[in-house]
């Protein structure tokens, strides 16, 4: 029997433990009309209440972006009353792109169900004779297989126009930890994004993943 503890992942810092972890996008989505993006600025936004797992997110998806910005450095996370406030500040400030992660569900699915067994027969009216069968025929109760599934939804925007260019949802099954699920689900964007060549040539000796942004 497996067994797979989940601590809260939305409302605090959270670690999914498992034995295997997987990621697939189930679905995207782009503008038809977007071009190859070159953002010189983008931030990196992971919306959670949680400090910590903001930090841990955001550090990792701005590692990808040339020049990327985690949010934190710059926005409070108490700053979530007024959307085009807070772009005016960012584009203000010389952010032309952003990309904007959350998760969107936490999700246990049964893979399999062992049944239990019961043995029962007529009762045993001495203590000598109940006792072998007592021991050698216990209850075996069922169980359930189930994987942790952890959907994630990103958004790509373009800062100088307030437009959506492209959004994904992913599905991670069972991560590890909250490292790996932020690697591998930055792992499949990006390779996602060069694919519909939303993601610009890096320039040689840049340590980035790859360079997004918006003309």
């Not at 108490?78 to 010389?94: F, H, M, P």
Request: contains cysteine; aromatic residues 10%; hydrophobic residues 40%.
């Amino acid at each position: 029997m497996r067994t797979l503890h989940l601590l809260p992942i939305v409302a605090g810092a959270g670690l999914l433990i498992g034995c295997y972890h997987a990621t697939q996008l189930a679905a995207t989505w782009r503008d038809p009309s977007a071009p190859t993006m070159h953002f010189q600025h983008p931030i990196a936004i992971f919306v959670t209440k949680s400090e910590t797992l903001r930090r841990t997110m955001e550090d990792k998806m701005a590692s990808k972006f040339m020049n990327g910005v985690p949010s934190y450095r710059v926005l409070a996370s108490t700053d979530v009353e007024d959307g085009a406030a807070i772009r005016q500040q960012l584009a203000n400030a010389g952010y032309d792109g952003a990309i904007v992660m959350r998760v969107a569900n936490v999700d246990t699915r049964v893979v399999s169900y062992t049944t239990g067994r019961y043995w029962s027969g007529a009762p045993y009216y001495s203590f000598a004779g109940y006792w072998g069968s007592a021991w050698g025929y216990p209850y075996d109760p069922g169980y359930v297989n189930s994987d942790v599934i952890v959907s994630i939804e990103t958004q790509l925007y373009s800062l100088s126009s307030d437009k959506l260019v492209w959004a994904a949802r992913s599905e991670t099954t069972d991560p590890s930890s909250v490292g790996k699920l932020g690697d591998s689900v930055m792992r499949h964007v990006m390779k996602e994004l060069e694919k519909e060549r939303l993601v610009g040539a890096r320039p040689a000796g840049s340590p980035a993943h790859g360079e997004l942004a918006a003309r």
